[in-house]
């Protein structure tokens, strides 16, 4: 009897953390160029805060449904206005702001990520304190002790909401 209910247990948690991971949010990335020779690719930071891509001039990607956008190849040589939300607690709707972002001319070839400094004031509820910055910052080619390396490129304040 006690090894039916080991077995009944143990297939229960089995199919229920297949399940789990089978359902998981899975990467997918977008392109703006055509040509790969031309194109600089970027990512975004996630986590408890973070920036989430919504488009180019204007110009919106395809998204995939039950995916998050984790890269996206943008043209190099020009400068652009990226939209985006900056979200501060990915755990409530509704806890995010829009931006501009003028994004400078990208190197072909280059690898950027985008992330925001921001900080946040209480416990349950969050909100953002002070300023809200958005960094561009480039791959750098030589690896760190603990990881890949990013030079910050640029910089950008986002205006305080309207009272």
């Known amino acids: 009897m006690k090894i039916k209910i080991y077995i009944f247990i143990t297939l229960s948690f089995l199919v229920l953390f297949i399940s789990g991971c089978y359902s998981m949010t899975k ?6 160029e055509n040509d790969a020779n031309r194109a600089a690719k970027l990512e975004f ?9 919504v488009d180019m001039d204007g110009r919106p990607h395809v998204e995939a449904e039950g995916a998050y956008l984790q890269y996206v190849m943008l043209p190099s040589g020009r400068a ?37 400094n921001l900080k ?12 809200i ?25 986002v205006p305080p909401l309207p009272q």
């Open 45 to 53: 930071t996630y986590g408890a805060s973070g920036i989430l891509f």
């Open 27 to 32: 990467p997918y990335s977008y392109s703006y």
């Open 120 to 131: 946040t004031i209480g416990i349950f509820i969050k909100r953002p304190i002070g300023d």
């Open 80 to 116: 652009m206005s990226l939209r985006v939300y900056i979200y501060w607690d990915n755990t409530l709707e509704g806890n995010r702001r829009r931006g501009i972002f003028e994004c400078p001319p990208l190197e072909a070839g280059g690898e950027y990520r985008l992330r925001c």
């Open 133 to 157: 910055t958005i960094i561009l910052e480039k791959k750098n080619q030589a690896r760190g002790i603990i990881g890949t390396r990013y030079d910050t490129v640029y910089s950008q304040k």
